[in-house]
């Protein structure tokens, strides 16, 4: 019954945290009439969050590829005061609870297939497909392990305020512009995000709307009126235009460039995600 409810609020907690990231994140884009659709989502439940208590859903970026964007979603508990008697060192009744494994962070192994094979998709018929159901059974097993994988990296490190860990979740989403696909690259570097290693130049420091990076330039050629862009031009660039870029000019490469090695790190485990994620889509 518990694990039923927090199938059932965890995603609706989820849609005001997604929505609030995109909007703090993608204002320019969406600004500029682009949507972000959401492609699925995989669980991971790790510690019981307790009735009534308070959580947050704590929204970072894990990788990108050419076409999807991986949001990591962190479902965090505060850690409760302690009270006299522990301030004391005394332990409260029935002792300390025994620290989950660090190899299994779910306290039920087979609880990650579970949900992934609970996930709420459209039926699709793949009359083209010819993997077997033990192939597809053996791609939900690798993205659950792939998720645990996730979970166990997580685990070890600490939130920044000793908040406590019990869910997370691995969203899947794209950029679109009408019906065209815009790489998530560009969509990042209009709204203003660099690498670490760009970041930290060492002559003018962290940047800012005051001291912005090397690639706002472009990024105002295209879309601010006063510097020869506008609304027209840089929809014409998202629908498209983009790959009229030459390679050796593409501001958006430059912004990220230092990112590439985590970014390609990270995606190992998150494309095994997506491929069992889609394996059950093409199940159900």
């Known amino acids: 019954m ?30 500029m009439g682009g949507w972000i659709p959401l492609a699925a989502t995989h669980y991971n439940f790790i510690r019981e969050i307790p009735l009534m208590a308070k959580y947050e859903v704590r929204v970072s970026m894990a990788a990108w590829d050419d076409k999807w964007l991986y949001v990591i979603c962190r479902f965090v508990t505060k850690p409760k005061p302690k009270s006299k008697s522990q301030a004391h060192g005394s332990l409260p009744s029935g002792g ?31 009359s083209s497909s010819t993997a077997t159901p ?34 997370l979740s691995v969203s899947q989403i794209c950029f679109k512009h009408g019906r065209i696909t815009v790489p998530p690259a560009i969509v990042l570097a209009m709204n ?31 879309c601010y009126h006063p510097r020869g862009g506008g609304v027209r031009k840089t929809r014409e660039f998202l629908r498209g235009g983009w790959r009229d870029v030459p390679e050796a000019e593409r501001w958006w490469d430059l912004a990220l460039d230092g990112a590439e090695e985590q970014r390609k790190a990270n995606l190992v485990d998150l494309d095994r995600i997506k491929h069992g994620m889609h394996t059950v889509r093409e199940t159900m």
């Open 96 to 126: 300390p609870k025994p620290p989950l494994d660090a190899k299994d962070p779910s306290p039920n192994g087979d609880l990650p297939l579970m949900f992934a094979s609970s996930l709420h998709t459209p039926a699709i018929e793949d």
């Open 134 to 167: 033990i192939t597809r059974l053996e791609k939900i097993v690798d993205a659950s392990s792939a998720m645990q994988s996730i979970a166990n990296s997580l685990l070890h490190k600490e939130e920044p305020d000793g908040a406590t860990l019990n869910a």
């Open 192 to 222: 203003g995000f660099v690498s670490r290693s760009v970041a930290s130049d060492p002559l003018t420091g962290s940047y800012s709307t005051v001291n912005p990076p090397p690639h706002w330039d472009a990024v105002r050629s295209l």
């Open 2 to 31: 518990y694990m039923l409810m927090l199938n059932t609020f965890l995603p609706q907690a989820l849609d005001p945290g997604r929505f609030v990231a995109a909007v703090q994140w993608f204002p320019h884009f969406l600004r």
